[in-house]
């Protein structure tokens, strides 16, 4: 699983939601990317799905769309409208 906060760990609602509200959706992306080519090339796995939950749910439906190689998406409530921005 990518640490797409880079090692931040929110302790409240508050901190989360500011990581929420100020993720990089495009670096997401490409480090979702780049966990699948490591997956597939370093792992040998053959299928790759993806899941998520909220906001997790959104990159699950972005990378299912942007990322090569996925071969399932199970997104749960995701919705952003900064996705493809």
């Known amino acids: 699983m990518p640490d797409l906060y880079r090692g931040k760990v929110a302790t409240d609602y508050e901190t ?3 990581y929420s ?8 992306i490409q480090d ?7 997956l597939k090339n370093s792992r040998g796995c053959t299928k790759i ?17 942007l990322c090569e ?3 399932a998406s199970c ?4 919705y952003n409208n900064k996705i493809g921005t």
């Open 16 to 18: 989360a939601g500011h």
């Open 21 to 28: 509200a100020s993720l990089d959706w495009q670096g997401a």
């Open 32 to 38: 979702i990317q780049a966990s699948v080519s490591y």
């Open 49 to 65: 799905g993806i899941v998520g939950f909220c906001m997790g749910g959104a990159l699950s439906i972005a990378a299912a769309s």
């Open 69 to 71: 190689d996925i071969n």
């Open 75 to 78: 997104p749960f409530y995701g």
